[in-house]
Every structure is written in structure tokens, then in C-alpha cells.
């Protein structure tokens, strides 16, 4: 499976609109393929800052870094998509934060993680396919 590239950018959520705002017309050009962003921080995973995720293909990172140096982003973190799923399946680091921020049962929390296992299964049932994301 063909996986995008990320680079994961923490902002303040004052200033996460006015970046993506000054990102968008890259977007619009193609230049940067997407982009997707919080536009609150996630309380229940303690969480102070919003995350920006800009997605583009391995191969142009080092292109996309310097359209967001440019805008003064200084921190980031990158990550093949497929990683990020990963932490979001069963035994996974984001997923058990999850489930432990929600206070589940284990009986529950089973049932969270049989549910992330049949969606990930079904999503790469397929090696040949591109990836189109993941329904939010």
C-alpha cells in the first residue's frame, strides 16, 4: 500500500487558524497536498497544544519542511502514515491512552480494540491499493 508522509507540527490553538490560513494557498497550488489540524487541544489525552498535519508524499518533505520553515515552524515530528495507525491499533500507544482517558472497563476497552482491529484489517485488505485516509 502507497502510504503519505506527515509532518506533524504542535501549535498554540491561537495561532493555529492564522498558520493554516497562510498554508492554504500552498495547498490551493498543490504544493502541499493537504492539510488537516485540531482546532482545540485534546483534554482527555492531556494535551496543551493543537496538532497541524501536513501531508505530502516522502519524496517532497524536505520541499514541504521549507514552505513551513518559512512560516516560522520550528518543531515538528514526522511519521509515515502507516506509524500513526499503528498507535492507533490494539496495543498501541494512542489507542490505550485513549482507552485509559475514557476510563473503560476491560470488558469495553476490548471491544474498542476489536473494533480498531476490523478497520484496519478491512483498510489494508487490499496491498495494492492507495491509500484514501481514514474516515474521521
Known amino acids: 500500500m502507497i502510504m503519505p508522509f ?11 487558524y492564522e498558520l493554516a490560513k ?14 488537516k489540524f ?4 485534546v ?9 497541524l498535519c501536513v501531508y505530502c508524499d516522502g519524496r517532497q518533505r524536505d520541499e514541504v519542511w521549507e514552505i513551513l520553515k518559512e512560516h516560522r515552524v520550528e518543531l515538528r515530528a514526522w511519521a509515515y502514515e502507516r506509524e500513526t495507525m499503528e498507535k492507533w491499533s490494539p496495543g498501541g500507544y494512542l489507542l490505550e491512552r485513549w482507552i485509559s482517558s475514557h476510563g473503560l472497563d476491560e470488558e469495553e476497552a476490548e471491544k474498542v480494540r476489536d473494533g480498531s482491529r476490523a478497520r ?3 483498510m489494508f485488505k487490499d496491498e495494492n491499493a ?3 485516509g481514514v474516515e474521521q
Open 6 to 16: 506527515s509532518h506533524r507540527v504542535l501549535v498554540s490553538y491561537l495561532l493555529i
Open 120 to 122: 484496519f484489517e478491512k
Open 130 to 132: 492507495v491509500f484514501r
Open 38 to 41: 485540531g482546532r482545540a487541544p
Open 22 to 35: 497562510k498554508l492554504d494557498p500552498y495547498v490551493e497550488r498543490k504544493m502541499i497536498p493537504c492539510i
Open 43 to 51: 483534554e482527555r489525552l492531556q494535551m496543551k497544544e493543537c496538532v
